[in-house]
Every structure is written in structure tokens, then in C-alpha cells.
């Protein structure tokens, strides 16, 4: 019995084994063609695209921001030219109006850079990073005749 049970066993474990080995993946791997690189291009270029549209408006987002923190800077200078008097009145409200100024020159830039594409896109950021540290280092320097 002992015997009868182990062929039985072997023959069951040939079968399940042939059964195994003709279950195996019969595809064949499919050739790729010209048309299959031209759309897998097509999809990456287009998430490139995508993932640099998304980028820009964040930088934009955050230099806007920026620019509006600073313009709020700018407001309260001028409120406290207007509590000095005589020539440090003038003087801080010169500032005032000298750093509006700027403000303006990087609202246009920043009007640029959201029309920009490309390599005129880091050329335009450069030069908005450029006016909103000289705008920076401006208002710091005003700030601190105010301090004085």
C-alpha cells in the first residue's frame, strides 16, 4: 500500500510539473517600432512641459508674494516718514518714492517672466531674482536710516 501510495504521489507530481512547465508565458516579446519611441518621446516631452509650467507658476507664486511683502514694507515706511519731521521727513519719503520705483521695475519683470519660455525664461528669472534682491537690500538700507 505503502508502494501504490508513492507512484501515485510521483505520477501526480509529473503531472502537476508538466502542467507547470506548459502554463509558462508563450509570448513573445513585442519588436518596438519608430512610432512606439515617437509617442513614448511625445509623452515625455510633454510631461517635461508640464513639470516646467508647474514649476514657473510656483516661482512666480513665490516672487509675487515676495514683492507684495515688500510693498506692504514699503507702505509702512512712508507712514513713518510721515511722523518724522523736516530733513529726515524728505529723506525717508525720497527713499520711499525711489523704492516704489523699483517695485515697479520688477512688477514688469515679473510681467515678462510669465510671458517667457524657454532659455528667455532663465534669463527673465535671473533678472527678476536681480531687482528683488537690489529692492531687498534697498529697503533694508532705508530701514535702517529709520532705526538710526
Wanted: net charge neutral; with cysteine.
Amino acid at each position: 500500500m505503502r508502494r501504490g501510495g508513492i507512484l501515485t504521489l510521483a505520477i501526480l507530481l509529473a503531472f502537476l510539473l508538466a502542467l507547470c512547465l506548459g502554463c509558462g508565458s508563450q509570448e513573445e516579446k513585442k519588436a518596438v517600432t519608430s512610432a512606439d519611441v515617437k509617442k513614448e518621446a511625445g509623452e515625455a516631452a510633454k510631461t517635461t512641459q508640464q513639470y516646467l509650467a508647474q514649476q514657473q507658476e510656483k516661482y512666480l507664486k513665490q516672487a509675487q508674494e515676495k514683492l507684495n511683502g515688500l510693498e506692504q514694507k514699503i507702505s509702512e515706511l512712508r507712514d513713518q516718514a510721515a511722523q518724522q519731521s523736516g530733513e529726515m521727513q524728505q529723506k525717508l519719503s525720497d527713499q520711499a518714492d525711489t523704492l516704489q520705483k523699483q517695485t515697479e521695475g520688477v512688477k514688469q519683470k515679473l510681467a515678462q517672466a510669465k510671458e517667457a519660455s524657454g532659455d528667455a525664461w532663465e534669463k527673465v528669472k535671473t533678472s527678476v531674482n536681480n531687482a528683488m534682491k537690489d529692492l531687498e537690500q534697498a529697503y533694508n538700507q532705508a530701514e535702517s536710516e529709520v532705526k538710526k
